[in-house]
Nanobody, 123 residues
C-alpha cells in the first residue's frame, strides 16, 4: 500500500509560479512511476505530467510543456510539480498518482491516488 498526500496548492496570479508537493508513505516509492493529474469543475480528470521511477524520464501534456517541471526525490519519498507562467486554465484540483506502468497518461493505470490540492488562478 502507498499513501499520497499533496500540498502546496493555493491562489496564484496568472503568470506566477507555484510548487506542488506530494509526499508518499511506503517502502516501494522508488519503484513506482509518479504522475500529476488535474480536474476542473465539470471536467474529466486530465493527465498533466509523469516521471519514471528512476527520475530519468519525464512526460508532459502539451498544454504545460515549457511551463511545468516535474521532479522527484526518492530519498524523501516526495514528488514535485513546479508550475511557472501559470494560466487561468490551469486552475483545478491537482492529484498525485503512483503506478507501475510507464509511460502512461491513463487514469486507470495508476494504482494509488492522493486527495488532491486546489490551485486557483486569478487573472
Amino acid at each position: 500500500q502507498m499513501q499520497l498526500v499533496e500540498s502546496g496548492g493555493g491562489l496564484v496570479q496568472a503568470g506566477g509560479s507555484l510548487r506542488l508537493s506530494c509526499a508518499a508513505s511506503g517502502r516501494q516509492f522508488s519503484l513506482h512511476a509518479l504522475a500529476w493529474f488535474r480536474q476542473a469543475p465539470g471536467k474529466e480528470r486530465q493527465f498533466v505530467a509523469a516521471i519514471s521511477y528512476d527520475d530519468d524520464k519525464t512526460y508532459y501534456t502539451d498544454s504545460v510543456k515549457g511551463r511545468f517541471t516535474m521532479s522527484r526525490d526518492n530519498t524523501k519519498n516526495t514528488v514535485y510539480l513546479f508550475m511557472d507562467w501559470v494560466k487561468p486554465e490551469d486552475a483545478a484540483v491537482y492529484y498525485c498518482a503512483a503506478g507501475s506502468a510507464w509511460p502512461t497518461t491513463y487514469v486507470g493505470e495508476y494504482d494509488y491516488w492522493g486527495q488532491g490540492t486546489q490551485v486557483t488562478v486569478s487573472s
